[in-house]
């Protein structure tokens, strides 16, 4: 699976599941926790997804604002542990 791929998939669920605005222009430096778009809930909902979606595990810890609060932390931090 390519950045890409990883990187479409997670803004497609972003906005469809939790902002719930499919047709929402995400940015990759948006800030989406920061920016009041995802709460804390939706995080770790992200973080079932992405274990379910890509097979790689993201723990409590690194569930937060400073590491997950845009597309781009996000793809780093799948890409890190495919």
Same mark, same amino acid.
């Given at each position: 699976?390519?950045?890409? %791929? *990883?990187?479409? /998939?997670? @803004? ?13 222009? $995400? ?5 989406? *926790?920061?920016?009041?778009?995802? %709460?804390?809930?939706? $995080? ?22 400073? /590491?997950?609060?845009? $597309?781009?932390?996000?793809?780093? @931090?799948?890409?890190?542990? $495919?």
């Amino acid at each position: 699976m390519t950045e890409h %791929d *990883i990187r479409e /998939k997670l @803004r497609a669920y972003i906005t469809r599941e939790l902002i719930r605005d499919a047709k929402y222009p $995400l940015k990759d430096d948006e800030g989406i *926790i920061s920016g009041g778009l995802m %709460d804390s809930f939706a $995080l770790a909902e992200l973080g079932v997804y992405v274990e379910k979606t890509f097979n790689v595990y993201i723990p409590d810890p690194d569930l937060t604002v400073a /590491k997950m609060d845009t $597309l781009d932390l996000m793809v780093v @931090r799948v890409l890190r542990d $495919l």
